[in-house]
Nanobody
Framework: QVQLVESGGGLVQAGGSLRLSCAASGRTFRPYAMGWFRQVSGKERDFVAAITWSGGITYYPDSVKGRFTITRDKAKNTVYLQMNTLKPEDTAVYYC????????????????WGQGTQVTVSS
């Protein structure tokens, strides 16, 4: 079993930055990819960023491209999400997740999820 714990959320003004962390523990941790997702109450969970664990290939949707950066530290079993130039519409609960599937750009392939961390961007 894999446990994921997010940290780093909080309140920030528009234009500011935050860095989220997600630490993994449990079974030998070699996922195919790790991802960050976000969800606003009453809406679907959206893809924010993803990175393949071995090769470090990244994916970003247009909504965050150029503002968010996902990285991973394999020695620490930790993935990070650096968020810059934050906007009020970035306000959401942010989740990290892991997949052992090569279909790593599909949300429903992510099997292990953290508990989420709130990010609030004030205008």
């Amino acid at each position: 079993q894999v446990q994921l714990v997010e940290s780093g959320g909080g309140l920030v003004q528009a234009g500011g930055s935050l860095r989220l962390s997600c630490a993994a523990s449990g079974r030998t941790f070699r996922p195919y990819a790790m991802g960050w997702f976000r969800q606003v109450s009453g809406k679907e969970r959206d893809f924010v960023a993803a990175i393949t664990w071995s090769g470090g290939i990244t994916y970003y949707p247009d909504s965050v491209k150029g503002r968010f950066t996902i990285t991973r530290d394999k020695a620490k079993n930790t993935v990070y999400l650096q968020m810059n130039t934050l906007k009020p519409e970035d306000t959401a609960v942010y989740y990290c997740a892991a997949t052992y599937s090569s279909t790593w750009l599909a949300i429903n392939e992510y099997d292990y999820w953290g508990q989420g961390t709130q990010v609030t961007v004030s205008s």
